[in-house]
């Protein structure tokens, strides 16, 4: 039988110098193999779902264990000591959305996300508007009211929050704002995205956002400067680890 001792040897041996450096440059400062994320997904697929695993790996503090961990812990299984402990431990963005992905497979997803959109803490603020627009995408029984209150929050408080939540509200949020306006940014008030400014900044919010949001193959022709007009401060988002 498989242990996480076995598959911390594992992950060991899949990681590169090169990645190594990708993760130090997106703010992954903790201990790290360097592990692509094809071989996560491989890993993934491999062990498929072990909760134990998943707890031991957290707790080796490795990165690339944590992140293989949110990919193969039960759903089901999660409680709230897992989701503090986990959260307690987030100090980069990679990680902080890998425990998004997974706390969007659980029970939680909706509490957490009304309890950490009001967070001022950079990480957990982060994962409560990313859960926020995963609610948008994935709960089709929420009505789109449901909504509008966190437009109304974007429009008042995105300028007066700290950079990563800013980044989540700005790719996140957009999308209950894209559904609440159906889909169609054009329709909306323009100040959801652009802040209340207009001239070059709205054209290119309501040519570009769809695949800003949605990060599809047409993000990479979105230029640095545009992205930032986007959403109003430098972001630090890219698709480059997703890609190693």
């Known amino acids: 039988m498989q242990t996480a001792a076995d598959v911390l040897a594992e992950l060991e041996s899949l990681g590169t110098e090169q990645n190594r ?17 094809a071989s996560l997904n491989a890993l993934k697929k491999k062990i498929k779902i072990n909760h134990d695993i998943a707890r031991d790996l957290w707790k080796s503090g490795n990165h ?7 990919m193969i812990a039960d759903p089901k299984q999660a409680d709230e000591s897992l989701l503090e ?9 990679v990680i902080t959305d890998a425990v998004s992905s997974y706390i969007g497979q659980t029970r939680f997803t909706r509490e ?3 309890a950490w959109t009001k967070s001022d803490d950079e990480w957990i603020g982060t994962i409560g508007w990313n859960l926020l627009g995963h609610l948008a995408m994935k709960d089709q029984s929420l009505p789109d009211d449901f909504f509008l209150p966190y437009i109304e929050i974007i429009e008042r408080t995105i300028h007066d929050r700290k950079n990563r939540i800013r980044h989540a509200i700005g790719l996140e949020a957009g999308i209950p704002a894209h559904r609440i306006c159906g889909r169609k940014a054009q329709k909306c008030p323009k100040k959801i995205y652009s802040g209340g400014r207009s001239g070059r900044l709205g054209r290119t919010i309501r040519r570009r956002l769809s695949c800003l949001l949605h990060r599809g193959p047409r993000y990479a022709s979105v230029t640095e400067s545009d992205r930032n007009l986007i959403i109003g401060f430098p972001t630090f988002y890219s698709p480059v680890v997703r890609d190693i």
Do not use: I
Not at 21 to 37: C, T
Not at 64 to 70: N, Q
Not at 85 to 93: I, Q
């Open 21 to 37: 450096k990708v993760y130090r440059r997106h703010g992954v400062q903790n201990d790290l193999y360097g592990v692509s994320y």
């Open 64 to 70: 690339d264990a944590r992140v293989l961990a949110t």
């Open 85 to 93: 402990s986990w959260t307690h431990d987030l100090g980069n963005y």
């Open 112 to 114: 957490k996300m009304e």
